[in-house]
């Protein structure tokens, strides 16, 4: 069999398993930062019930395999919710939901590294603790926040492979797909992986981007933001 | 009433004791694998920090590998991919496979920890041995990496807790240990608690060993030099 | 003139060295005999730290010798660790290994480099500890030392290699004027008992009562060499030292 051929066949498949893979961490990034940052200001900012039940929200995903927490939400809660959804909804909704848990922690370390000054200073100014937190301690918490990304980024996608097992069909599903199919085993699992290591470099470049785009001179927050 | 009971029984007689036999898996593979994770971790964040030409960068390669490719993938390679390559195919059992695999991930990320804390000692300590007359082995190996080592311990507790949650994947090529052993539990009688009883196996195994590591990194704390 | 080398235990010939295009040693040569103690002085940034790395080779001159006895230090290639074991050296900030208590300091590079017992190890590192008035805190760590507690370990730490001279580089530098002095106190001790010292420092009270000869380094080379009795006498010559001495003098009102 020809390889070079085989692969020629099979590559758009491949690459449309790349944008699915892609979709999966996008999703859940964006789910993660969505649900971690007020989670994080909960944590930090909240009376104690609320400190309570993020703190064991946090347990809880941290506390789980990705591959348990996939069948508890594919075979279990979702169905008894009465929610019929499509895998992918699925597993970027559980990689978004357990992002959170780990989000909220690199976004209460920034919020905490704050110095305290920096509340004082827009209260005396007559601001609300909410505007003072919206409008203050937000900003730069998201860009202290911002190295911890590069953290986090390259785990949810290595992650998001796991998501083969309730049949996602992203990358690593595509090329098991290929694999029983051609019978042609190592080079696309190299090929598979080479794609990998390609996203996670080319999703650090745009973390890298993104943390210059935001910079603000001079101010480096305990991140590396702000070297000009 | 009727439906806890039942339950109760259900989990007594058939979810407990198929659980019981994969945690036993789980358990070895976690407690087989970490040791050996520790020892090439260290070496490969020796290799990294002080290496010369090859092996500095054989190590770079393999860690760069390891953290980009996603673990599923690794352990594909290694229990379906190896034995397909002519002449140099090696035919693991599924166990093994998995050991391999979680050795490559864990010291991969083991000696992220390592290196980090290696390149954090101050360089007056190797002055010193030195000028003490210590070969720059003996300085490494008397001055260098205990200091380093202690220093690494909550990293490597956070990868050893990582590892017990990552075991999970061996289900992914055959090996039923705990997490497989629930899918196969909940595949046969479709009882939507098994996941639950599963994933409350994994959070008090995370949870404790959380709090033997909180007691070890006391207990190896250097007196005077607690965290600022 | 008629001197026979073997008079001196350590020669210093003409070490040159570099950095970029910095000159930092510009040909030094001195030589030291047993017991001598040899007090450098000189503004910031001249290379007397730079020469005392020269002579037990953590900094590698570019050219020139440094002989021990009659055995090149200099090119010994892997026999550096023998000759380490013979020059001692103290550090302005110590470098105490911060994992080990004040005892383990002492008798780790006995063990792993001089090949000791532990218990005989044990024993050498208290009677040293014991010397330097320390013997109250072998088990303490670093971190719970004071800086004039600290340096004391890392004088016992030198001298239990039984070195034939000991380099110290600023010793106190680093500490208050409280612990200054119970740290010079035990360097004169060991000068009066015949140890052959090299010291950077700037404490001039020292250097009149203790030294043999005072070195005054300016850019890279010794600019003038004597005796305390000739620099602090009112014989001619010295200006540079003098000068220098004045100006450290309103500093350190000693
Ligand atoms: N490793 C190095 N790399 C580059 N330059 C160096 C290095 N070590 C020393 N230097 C330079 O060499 C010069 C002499 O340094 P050295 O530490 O020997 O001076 P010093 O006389 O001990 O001064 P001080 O009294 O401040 O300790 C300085 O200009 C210093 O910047
Ligand atoms: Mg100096």
Redesign the interface.
């Known amino acids: 069999m020809d390889l070079f051929s085989v692969v020629a066949e099979w590559f758009p498949y491949l690459v449309e398993g790349i944008l699915v893979t892609v979709g999966l961490v996008a999703s859940a990034l964006i789910i993660g930062a969505c649900l971690g940052l007020p989670m994080a200001i909960g944590q930090v900012y909240g009376s104690r019930p609320l400190k309570y039940v993020i703190g064991l929200y946090v347990?809880?995903f941290?506390?789980?395999?990705?591959?348990?927490l996939l069948?508890?939400f594919y075979?279990?809660i979702f169905?008894?919710l009465n929610l019929d959804l499509d895998a992918f909804f699925v597993g970027a909704t559980v990689l978004g939901l357990r992002g959170a848990a780990y989000q909220s922690q690199i976004f209460r370390g920034a919020i905490q590294s704050i110095s305290e000054g920096q509340m004082t200073a827009a209260r005396s100014l007559g601001m609300s603790r909410a505007a003072a937190i919206r409008t203050i301690i937000i900003p730069q918490a998201v860009r202290i926040a911002l190295p911890g990304w590069s953290n986090e980024y390259?785990n949810i996608?290595?992650?998001?492979?796991?998501c083969?097992?309730i049949g996602v069909a992203e990358l690593?599903t595509r090329?098991?797909q290929i694999?029983t199919q051609t019978y042609i085993?190592?080079p696309i699992?190299?090929l598979?992986?080479l794609m990998?290591?390609m996203l996670?470099?080319a999703g650090m470049r745009v973390i890298a981007y993104l943390e210059k785009r935001v910079a603000i001179p001079g101010f480096s927050g305990g991140g590396q933001a702000g070297i000009v | 009433m009727d439906e806890t009971a039942q339950f109760i029984d259900f989990c007594i007689n058939i979810l407990f004791p198929a659980l019981a036999d994969g945690l036993m898996i789980t358990v070895l593979l976690v407690l087989i694998t970490a040791p050996f994770g520790i020892a090439f971790g260290v070496l490969l964040a020796v290799g990294r920090v002080y290496g010369k030409s090859y092996g500095n960068w054989i190590c770079r390669l393999f860690v760069g590998f390891v953290k980009g490719c996603p673990l599923m993938l690794l352990l594909f390679i290694l229990y379906f991919g190896l034995p397909t390559v002519p002449y140099v195919g090696v035919t693991f059992d599924a166990f093994t496979a998995s050991i391999i695999g979680f050795i490559c991930c864990n010291s991969a990320y083991n000696s992220e920890y390592v290196r980090g804390a290696i390149i954090s000692v101050k360089e007056g300590q190797l002055i010193a041995a030195s000028a003490l007359g210590m070969t720059k082995r003996q300085a490494i190996m008397y001055i260098v990496l205990p200091q380093a080592l202690r220093r690494a311990i909550p990293g490597l507790s956070n990868e050893f807790i990582y590892l017990i949650k990552y075991s999970s994947l061996a289900y992914m090529i055959t090996l039923v240990e705990l997490t497989g052993a629930g899918k196969i539990v909940f595949t046969k009688y479709f009882e939507p608690g098994v996941f639950f009883v599963v994933g409350i196996v994994y959070l008090a195994l995370v949870t404790v060993t959380t709090v033997g590591a909180n007691a070890l990194e006391k207990k190896y704390a250097v007196p005077g030099t607690q965290k600022r | 003139m008629s001197e026979n080398k073997t008079d001196y235990i350590l020669r210093v010939e003409d070490i040159h060295k570099t950095y970029g295009d910095a000159e930092v040693l510009k040909g030094v040569s001195f030589n030291v005999r047993k017991g001598d103690t040899i007090v450098f002085i000189g503004p910031s940034g001249t290379g007397k730290s730079t020469l005392l790395r020269c002579i037990n080779q953590l900094t590698v001159p570019d050219s020139g010798r440094v002989w021990l006895h009659d055995e090149e230090v200099t090119n010994s290639g892997k026999k550096i660790n023998r000759f380490r074991q013979k020059i001692g050296m103290v550090f302005q900030n110590f470098y105490l290994f911060d994992h080990l208590t004040a005892i383990k300091n002492v008798e780790i590079a006995l063990i792993k480099v001089k090949g000791m017992s532990p218990e005989a190890a044990r024993e050498k590192a208290l009677y040293e500890l014991r010397q330097v008035g320390m013997e109250d805190f072998a088990d303490h760590y670093p971190a719970e030392l004071s800086g004039g507690q600290a340096q004391r370990v890392s004088i016992a730490r030198a001298l239990a290699m039984e070195p034939d001279v000991i380099l110290f580089d600023e010793p106190t530098s680093a500490l208050d004027p409280e612990l200054t002095r119970e740290v010079l106190e035990v360097m004169r001790k060991l000068a009066l008992e015949g140890m052959t010292m090299l010291v950077v420092t700037h404490e001039m009270g020292f250097a009149r009562s203790v030294a043999t000869e005072i070195v005054f380094m300016e850019s890279g080379v010794i600019q003038e060499i004597g005796t305390p009795a000739e620099v602090f006498g009112d014989g001619g010559g010295f200006e540079r030292i003098r000068s220098f001495m004045g100006k450290i003098g309103d500093l350190s009102g000693d």
């Open positions: 347990w809880f941290r506390g789980l395999p990705v591959l348990v069948f508890m075979f279990t169905p008894l390259p996608l290595t992650d998001s492979a796991i083969y097992a690593l090329t098991s694999v085993t190592m699992y190299i598979c992986a990998f290591i996670n470099f």
